[in-house]
């Protein structure tokens, strides 16, 4: 099969970005989508022409690297998956397809369609872990936790942080993410000690890096390639609301 | 403590600010709606309701009433355009193509244009008080009561007001359906704003809370558009009778002073 694109290509940070046409062929529908932009990347490279910077690293929906906003829509319309999991076969032959970068103001730009997301990595940095001795796995049964818990625990913990809610976002915030985040450890006994400053640290973090408040949209749900729910969000505005008169 | 000049501080608290003023406003709108559709009892039950608001409690209940209502409205427009003003710097660089995900998205045309569907309530809001609250009240005419006291007839006030120009029922019939798209995606929103949604009840809260902006809407318009077609029945010349000693009646007109 054959499709068209229509990649951003940005030289920098702050050079002019625009939509450039390209045509990539003979592309078998098994492929997935950056494999097609590899061999759209092989192309350019025998041309002499400088290839499309993208990111990915596991190529299986773990890492988070990959993200691109495929025809208007973070991780592509499949829904429930990774852009390094989509495959070619979900187009028709003769597509035009538009690759566009994540855009945010906290994810500055750092090439076509590579951007610097380390704001999440701040966020993380101010509590997206447990100080207190976790022992070593043994130790994880020592300590019985109730099924439904566990999985609630397990469904936030499920984020690997990939971007594409902000990405997705109208107003480009990270609640989801900070809102899994801050979840993810709530019912969890090793949690606990640090509850509440967590929640008020990472959620201060998240404003400083300078992403929009939420609106409620519910986009960021429907492009999360772990299908995190905004109930999430929910939860961390209590947790906040909790701690927030536990201080004062 | 809470400072909102911080912006650590700030965006899940304008959360939280924005949800609490929003429904709170919801639960105004609920009352004020249950009160109007007393106009349909008739010009005796109505005029009654209105001298119970001004004097329940020696009028401190409307007083407090009235501060609090515009506190809650300074808080809620700002908080609510405060985010989106936060939107507009987060986002310098904007998508060429840019498409709804769907699935369990709530993202639609009433949720996109939640500050230009409020600021046109604004506007509603202060031509409706105007016409309504600071009404010339001589010019409508008083009533007297049986107790002796001459009292503004609301009834006819707000039943000519609706009879006289069919623009001015067309007017709220407008302001009506901006209120419904503010409340569409306003309801649910307020709920998972204040953080009492869970995972379970999100589509029920989502589909509850248009169900009721549509039904708080259409309330609120039946009022004119009823006034307006059914001429026969609303008399803005009808006196209102407080002599047959209605039970309900007499117990609201207890709340009159003595002249
Ligand atoms: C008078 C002018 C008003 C303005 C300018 C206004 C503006 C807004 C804006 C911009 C939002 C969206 C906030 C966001 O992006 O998350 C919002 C939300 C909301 N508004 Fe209003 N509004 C007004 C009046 C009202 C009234 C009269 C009511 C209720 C009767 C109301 C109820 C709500 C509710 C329930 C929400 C959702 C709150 C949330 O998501 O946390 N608003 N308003
Ligand atoms: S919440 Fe979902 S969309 Fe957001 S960073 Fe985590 S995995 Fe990605
Ligand atoms: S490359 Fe790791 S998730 Fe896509």
Known sequence: MNVNLKIWRQAGPDAPGKLVDYRVEDIDPSQSFLEMLDKLNETLVKKGQEPVAFESDCREGICGNCGLVINGIAHGSKGGCTTCEIRMRQYNDGDTITVEPFRAKAFPLIKDLVVNRSAFDRIMSKGGYVAVNAGSAQDANLQPIHKDKAEAAMDAAACIGCGACVAACPNASASLFVGAKISQFTWLPQGQVERGSRALKMVKQMDHEGFGDCSNHAECEAVCPKEISIANISRMRREFTKALFARS | ?259
């Open chain 2, 1 to 259: 403590m809470i400072n909102l000049k911080d912006p650590g501080i700030s965006s899940v608290f304008k959360k939280l600010l924005t949800g609490f003023t929003g429904l709170s406003l919801v639960g105004f709108l609920i009352a004020h709606l249950i009160g109007n559709l007393t106009l349909f009892a008739g010009p005796d039950v109505f005029n009654a309701y209105a001298r119970f608001l001004h004097h329940f409690m020696h009028g401190m209940f409307i007083r407090v009433a009235e501060v609090g209502l515009l506190a809650f409205f300074v808080l809620h427009i700002w908080s609510a355009l405060s985010v989106q003003y936060s939107k507009r710097k987060a986002r310098p660089s904007q998508y060429e193509v840019n498409t709804y995900a769907g699935g369990p998205s709530k993202r639609s045309f009433h949720s996109m244009y939640m500050a230009i569907s409020g600021l046109i309530l604004l506007v509603f809001i202060i031509v409706h008080l105007i016409h309504f609250k600071y009404a010339d009240h001589d010019a409508v005419g008083t009533m007297k009561l049986e107790n002796g006291i001459e009292a503004v007839n609301v009834y006819k006030l707000v039943v000519s007001s609706f009879q006289g120009n069919f623009g001015y029922v067309l007017f709220y019939m407008l302001a009506m359906g901006v209120l419904c798209s503010h409340l569409m995606h306003g309801i649910w929103s307020a709920i998972q704003s204040v953080g009492l949604t869970r995972p379970s009840t999100i589509p029920f809260l989502h589909t509850a809370g248009m169900a009721l902006a549509i039904a708080l809407a259409v309330g609120f318009f039946l009022l004119p558009l009823l006034i307006f077609m059914m001429r026969g029945t609303f008399d803005p010349e009808a006196v209102p009778d407080y002599s047959s000693g209605h039970a309900a009646l007499t117990s609201l007109t207890s709340f009159f002073p003595a002249a």
